[in-house]
Structures are given as C-alpha cells and as structure tokens.
C-alpha cells in the first residue's frame, strides 16, 4: 500500500512540470554585482517567461544553451527546474509575454 500511495503522489507532482525551449540567452549586469547574471527565455505552450538566471560562479555554459530542452514547473513568481543531478532550483520571473509564432506558407 505504501508503495502504490508514493506512486501516485510522483505522479500527481510530475503532471506539474511542462516542457520548456530556451529560446534566447542575454546578459544581465546590474551595477551592484560583479558576476555575470542572464536573462533567460524560457518558452512554455504559448508564453515565453524571462527568468533571471545566476549561474555558479565557474559556470557560465547558459549563454550556449539556446535551443535545448528541459522541464519546468511555473510558479506564479518563479520557475523551478531541476540539474542533471536532480536537485532543483527556482529562478525569478522577470517578466512573461505570449509567445509570437508566425505561421508563412511554405
């Protein structure tokens, strides 16, 4: 019983998470801090969320990570993801706006 309680509680909080596109990478320097900070595009169904993104101090590989995908869980103020080692991390939203797709005939 035990077992199948836990299995639909990690399914119940995995429907939260949604696939996400980083679509744009952008520096973001403000005056107070010396370490370099990024805007982030994060596109979800139809809105693209800037988050604010402070990476480690050695790593600074957002800026090449445009195009790829993850998943994230949208809070009203923040995005939670999760590493490639399973520990999560919030980051603030910015600003959101609904996504602009131009559907050309081909």
């Known amino acids: 019983m035990l077992c199948l309680s836990s299995a639909v509680v990690f399914g ?3 429907l939260n998470y949604q696939p996400a596109t980083i679509t744009a990478v952008k520096p973001h320097h403000p005056v107070w801090s010396s ?3 990024y805007e982030v595009s994060l596109k979800v169904n139809e809105t693209v969320y800037v ?3 402070k990476p480690p101090v050695t790593i600074d590989s957002v800026k090449y990570e445009t195009g790829r995908q993850l998943l994230v869980l949208v809070g009203e103020k923040t995005i939670t ?3 490639i080692l399973g520990q999560s991390f919030e980051v ?11 559907n050309q005939p081909k």
């Open 12 to 14: 119940q909080s995995s």
């Open 35 to 37: 370490f370099d900070n």
């Open 51 to 53: 988050v604010l993104y």
């Open 81 to 83: 993801y999760n590493d």
């Open 92 to 102: 603030p939203i910015v600003r959101r706006m609904p996504s602009v797709e131009t």
